[in-house]
């Protein structure tokens, strides 16, 4: 079974940015998810295992950008202008090849707290 390794999260201002990442033990499609207080986890962005298929929520387009290393195995969201709605718990995922189905367990996730 895969195993994925979330880290990079932190508090920051709005207006400020963050880079998560997410350390898989074999090459996969990654997502990115999170979740707040009382909510449902949400779908954030996905890459696909060679890098050439990305996908957003429309609520992040614009701001974040995920990204991977197949050297390290790892996958990035490089989250810039960030907003206070965007404080959650992000977790990291596998994905199916069309990026469209979560595969697997979920880690620990990594918090990200935004203050206005």
Request: aromatic letters at 8%; a positive charge.
């Amino acid at each position: 079974q895969v195993q994925l390794v979330e880290s990079g999260g932190g508090s920051v201002q709005a207006g400020g940015s963050l880079r998560l990442s997410c350390e898989a033990s074999e090459r996969t499609s990654v997502g990115w998810y999170r979740q707040t207080a009382g909510k449902e986890r949400e779908f954030v962005s996905a890459i696909n295992s060679h890098g050439g298929s990305t996908r957003y929520v429309e609520s992040v387009k614009g701001r974040f950008t995920i990204s991977r290393d197949n050297v390290k195995n790892t996958v990035y969201l490089r989250m810039a202008k960030l907003k206070p709605e965007d404080t959650a718990v992000y977790f990291c995922s596998r994905m199916s090849s069309t990026l469209k189905i979560r595969r697997g367990s979920w880690g620990q996730g990594t918090r990200v707290t935004v203050s206005s």
